[in-house]
């Protein structure tokens, strides 16, 4: 199992990055935030929409919701959750690995405008791991099924799966889970008020 897992690692642990198109887009706005040029805001908006509705780009597409979900000052654009959402769900059913991570965060909290679902979390969570071998994916699986988020998940042979790929990964935070909260489990439970700022936290340790 360890071999197997080793092999997948090597073959997934290249970062995939955005579009040419999308990177060059998000750029400009970023540019043109920093500026204060509504212009050259309006151009990247503009090319970033062409990618996600003209060209079908999923990176494209994944930004926009994201622009659309935080609004822009400069534009006087408001926050449109609910249009983010829908943009959102549509990369997810693509099996666009962004999405189906971000998504499955939001149903893990509750948040963003979806009500709490821990088992269709899980699903997303291992969806991404086992189709596109995301490994921070495998951790938060890792993490739902050995704290029973979802009952009846707690399988060791399947955590230890996907934690070790984690690590295997250096995916922050998740040697220092296992020790705690795996190797020790009859000690510790995790029980974060939100799953999105304690993955977040782990970054900066």
Do not use: C
Not at 17 to 25: E, F, V
């Amino acid at each position: 199992m360890l071999k197997k897992l080793l092999i997948f690692s090597v073959l997934f642990s290249a970062t995939v990055g955005a579009s040419p198109l999308s990177d060059g887009a998000m750029r400009l706005i970023q540019i043109g935030n920093e500026i204060s040029s509504r212009d050259v805001v309006l151009r990247g908006q503009s090319l970033l929409l062409k990618g996600a509705f003209d060209l079908n780009d999923f990176d494209a597409m994944y930004e926009a919701a994201k622009q659309v979900r935080a609004g822009n000052e400069l534009m006087d654009y408001k926050p449109q959750e609910r249009e983010a959402n829908e943009i959102l769900i549509k990369l997810v059913r693509r099996s666009y690995d962004k999405a189906l991570y971000e998504y499955a965060l939001y149903l893990l909290d509750g948040s963003h405008g979806f009500i709490k679902n821990e088992f269709l979390a899980l699903n997303l969570f291992e969806e991404s791991f086992k189709v596109h071998g995301n490994a921070k994916s495998a951790m938060i699986a890792a993490i739902i099924r050995n704290e029973l988020l979802v009952p009846g998940t707690k399988r060791k042979q399947r955590i230890d799966e996907l934690i070790t790929f984690a690590i295997l990964n250096k995916v922050p935070g998740a040697q220092a889970y296992q020790a705690k909260y795996i190797d020790k489990d009859y000690l510790n439970d995790l029980k974060p008020s939100s799953w999105s700022d304690w993955i977040e936290a782990q970054e900066d340790l």
